[in-house]
């Protein structure tokens, strides 16, 4: 797809396979900027829950301190200058905040959690460049349908649900889980795009 030449270059600071076919499904120019991962991964940029903070809380902090932390190591590292976009995607169920499996028991204990019921997942988009940061919001809820002991077994064995908040990728073999979704399949995925381009949109206006 042609890059749209409206809107500007800029870092993507995600390490996402996904985000990355995102951004080039809508013709986005971008250079992509590597943060360490985990056990080694920045405190700056630690995805830990901070007390008893909300999922709205929570994937909105983590957004922006990736964006803020960019910024930082963009001046570090003498890069080039241009604007930084991040992503955080977590679920929330029963008010509680679920993120990526930390192992194959985790992974099966956040699938039996979610099915057979509703779950949201938040994905926020953070912009940033220099002091200024912008960011958006996508919320969409998504029903799973009843998942058996040998359905969970078989999809953690894939190793898909490992690196994936939830456990699971909607656009991966978990699809055939998913009986609802109500908003934004691109957020579920991990970069709402209508969102994303609406930020880079005013972010292009005002620069």
């Known amino acids: 797809m042609a890059s749209d030449t409206s809107l500007p270059r800029i870092y993507l600071a995600s390490t996402s396979p996904r985000r990355r076919e995102l951004l080039h499904q809508i013709g986005i120019d971008f250079d992509t900027l590597f943060f360490r991962v985990p056990p080694r991964e920045d405190d700056d940029i630690s995805e830990a829950i901070i007390g008893n903070e909300s999922a709205v809380e929570y994937v909105t902090r983590v957004a922006a301190a990736k964006a803020e932390g960019a910024m930082r190591r963009i001046v570090w590292r003498k890069l080039r200058r241009q604007a930084v976009l991040s992503a955080d995607t977590t679920l929330e169920v029963d008010g509680e905040i679920i993120g ?18 509703e779950h949201r997942v938040l994905t926020a988009v953070a912009l940033a460049n220099d002091d200024v940061l912008k960011q958006r919001l996508s919320i969409s809820t998504v029903r799973m349908r009843e998942l058996s002991d040998q359905d969970i077994a078989a999809y953690v064995e894939s190793g898909e649900p490992f690196g994936k908040a939830g456990a699971y990728g909607i656009q991966g073999r978990a699809a055939a889980f998913i009986s609802e979704i109500h908003g934004s399949y691109s957020g579920i995925m991990g970069l709402p795009l209508f969102e994303t381009a609406e930020l880079l949109r005013e972010f292009s206006q005002e620069s």
């Open 100 to 117: 990526k499996p930390d192992n194959a028991e985790h992974a099966v204990q956040i699938l039996r959690k979610l099915s057979g019921r």
